[in-house]
């Protein structure tokens, strides 16, 4: 029943900007922390942003911090990852998550930085 849907990857150069989306239904998406993760070929899967479900508080990872921005629009159930100065190192494929007693993750959307 929950179901989360990315969208919005694709191929951009370095430098350059993507915006993702995450779609989210089966669940009271206003009361949930929403998660981004990414996973690169042959790495860990890693945190790189959540949103508390106000939507008034942010983190991000180390390596993304003033580049990306993530938010939320609980009225439409969807929560964005803006992303800015795009570096190949953010290649990867990247992933919704919520946290409902376990984890619910997205099939993920393909980010590729590359020249």
């Known amino acids: 029943q929950v179901q989360l849907v990315e969208s919005g990857g694709g191929l951009v150069q370095p430098g350059g900007s993507l915006g993702l989306s995450c779609a989210a239904s089966?669940?009271?998406?206003?009361?949930?922390?929403m998660r981004w993760y990414r996973q690169a070929p042959g790495k860990e899967r890693e945190l790189v942003a959540s949103?508390?479900?106000?939507?008034?508080?942010?983190n991000y990872s180390e390596s993304v911090k003033g580049r990306f921005t993530i938010s939320r629009d609980n009225a439409k159930n969807t929560v964005y990852l803006q992303m800015y100065t795009l570096k190949p190192e953010d290649t990867a494929v990247y992933y919704c998550?919520?946290?409902?007693?376990?984890?619910?993750w997205g099939k993920g959307t393909l980010v590729t930085v590359s020249s």
């Open positions: 998550n919520v946290f409902l007693s376990k984890n619910y």
């Open positions: 949103i508390t479900s106000r939507g008034d508080i942010a």
């Open positions: 089966g669940f009271t998406f206003s009361s949930y922390v």
